[in-house]
């Protein structure tokens, strides 16, 4: 497998996830700026793997608990590089999540993760934080100002994420430095 982990591929004013574009399931071209100022959570998915209804259900409930307030996004990717998993179209995807999960949130253009075909804002992710996917359902989540945070694989449920997830929300609004100041407060408490 090819990987992306040259922290050096981009330059200064690339240095945020949000300062990309991708496709969405029509192939419209769309600018992640939209999402700057949200945390969000970036998510390859398939539609035919082990992991999709037990990942599919768990970003639902995420998406749920974390909606009020609006500082929170999921963006979810499909993609067929491993096991080919999302043979669809970007139509019978779409379909499919709609139906069966009746999602809340983006689920965008299928894509290749990594490799020449990757698009620049998965080559950001992956050489930024130096962990590529190697299966369906790997976890990024990126901060507000688009700076990824961490990275979890498929076998790392969402509900064990959730607290680092709903804490990077929180942040929002705080100085980082602040934050940390006053988290250390209510941890003395």
Known sequence: METWCDNNEFSPEEESFYNFNVLDSENREISLQEYRGKVTLIVNVASECGFTDSHYRSLIRLKNVLLPGGKFEILAFPCNQFGRQEPGTNEDIQNFVKEVYHVNFPVLGKIDVYGNNAPEAWRYLTSTYGKVPDWNFWKYLVDEDGIVV????????????????????????????????????????
């Open 150 to 189: 961490n990275a979890w694989g498929p076998r790392t449920p969402v509900e064990d994420i959730f607290h680092e997830v709903k804490e990077s929300v929180d942040k929002i609004g705080y100085l980082k430095n602040e934050y940390t100041r006053y988290q250390h407060i209510a941890d003395e408490l």
